[in-house]
């Protein structure tokens, strides 16, 4: 017996270092990625005009992820002027993604193929998360990153 407990431990702390060496090269867009997952998981994650302009507007907001290939200005002013309403310490941060339909696949608007690849993404233009989840590793390279980008402006 104490042969196996032995065995248990040294598998757990091979399983640890991948996890560390993983962590270390994440993404910003794996971290969000991952910090929109949990946000779903959690129902803190609001996708589209209409339920992003409303948690925008009661000030429930804390993340906003816009696409950079929406086609309409106005709905592109209308956000960014929302977030940026909340007194001058309280504005919230905007991230662009590239793609609307990878922005809807991030937030689940897809259906997914058997082996996890993704077969139809419906595309939004804009998500906001009103809540976070538990804290995680992506979540405090998504801060960092967006306090980099604050004091760059």
């Given amino acids: 017996m104490s042969e196996t407990h032995e065995e248990v431990p040294a598998e757990e702390v091979e399983e640890v ?3 560390v060496e993983e962590e270390v090269a994440m993404s910003v867009l794996d971290a969000l990625k991952e910090v929109l997952k949990k946000a779903l998981i959690h129902d803190g994650l609001k996708k589209g005009l209409h339920e992003c302009a409303k948690a925008l507007d009661r000030r429930a907001a804390r993340l906003c992820c816009l696409a950079k290939d929406c086609d309409n200005d106005e ?13 001058e310490g309280e504005q919230v941060p905007i991230i662009m993604v590239d793609a609307g339909k990878d922005l809807g696949a ?25 809540e976070f989840g538990e804290e995680s590793r992506a979540l405090a390279v998504l801060k960092e990153y967006l306090d980099n980008q604050s004091e760059e402006e």
């Fill in 17 to 19: 270092e991948e996890e």
């Fill in 75 to 87: 709905y592109k002013k209308l956000i960014r002027a929302l977030c940026a309403e909340g007194q």
């Fill in 106 to 130: 991030m937030c689940g608007l897809a259906k997914l193929e058997e082996d996890g690849s993704i077969k139809k993404a419906v595309r939004t233009s804009c998500a906001v998360i009103t």
